[in-house]
């Protein structure tokens, strides 16, 4: 089946520094999306991207869909201690069912 | 997670026994799924469906059985639960056409 790999596993910062995630696949996707999930949370949408080369934002997020589709990053800018959580990609074929596929997460945690 | 109800939240069961998770949306969405979420890892995409009648194994079927007999119900049954199917189990639901993904809040299941 599909893989997504994502990295780092984990993340601990400072407050106020940026972070990068990203997700790699060797199969292509049509669409990129970005989840975050807080404690006993089911994931919520943050980003989602629909074509190759595209970048998008959303606040201090900001997340681009690779040119090969085969992989893509999340950048938090200024991070703040509320951006503690579990961060995931997932993409999505356009085969039967659009099934979406999820990385492993990456574990932000914050220092104040 | 408007619009996406799971129940129950939380459920013990003893090794063999069968219980049914209930999934239900009010969104009028083609598309259902049940994935499961084990600690500290990705989501598994367990079961699908495209719409009412329709259904189909995802990366992690074995042990599950679902039905779509209603656009609004997807009920994921376990037969005879095992330690393994210990986790947490997330619903989620999209339109045909789109590529925003709602989760049901979860729901935490024990096997001892």
């Known amino acids: 089946g599909q893989q997504l790999n994502q990295s780092p596993q984990s993340m601990f910062i400072q407050e106020g520094e940026d972070v990068s995630m990203n997700c790699t696949s060797s199969?292509?996707?049509?669409?990129w999306l970005w989840y975050k999930q807080d404690p006993g949370e089911g994931p919520v949408l943050l980003i989602a991207l629909y074509k190759a080369g595209e970048l998008t934002s959303n606040g201090r997020l900001t997340a681009q869909f690779g040119i090969t589709r085969k992989d893509s990053f999340l950048n938090i800018s200024a991070s703040i201690p509320s951006d503690v959580g579990i961060y995931f990609c997932?993409?999505?074929?356009?085969?039967?069912?659009?099934?979406?596929?999820f990385g492993g997460g990456t574990r932000l945690m914050v220092k104040p | 997670n408007a619009g996406v109800t799971q129940t129950p939240k939380f459920r013990i069961l003893k090794i063999g026994q069968s219980m049914t998770l209930q999934c239900a949306q009010d969104m009028n969405h083609n598309y259902m799924y049940w994935y499961r979420q084990d600690p500290g890892m990705g989501l598994k995409l367990i079961y699908y469906s495209v719409g009412a009648g329709i259904t189909d194994k995802g990366e992690v079927p074995n042990g599950y059985n679902v039905s779509r007999s209603t656009t609004e119900d997807f009920p994921l049954r376990l037969e005879l639960a095992a330690p393994s199917q210990t986790s947490v189990y997330f619903c989620?639901?999209?339109?045909?056409?789109?590529?925003?993904?709602?989760f049901g809040e979860g729901s935490w299941l024990t096997v001892v």
């Open positions: 989620a639901t999209k339109q045909g056409a789109g590529n925003t993904i709602y």
């Open positions: 199969s292509i996707f049509n669409t």
């Open positions: 997932a993409g999505l074929a356009n085969n039967a069912g659009n099934m979406l596929t």
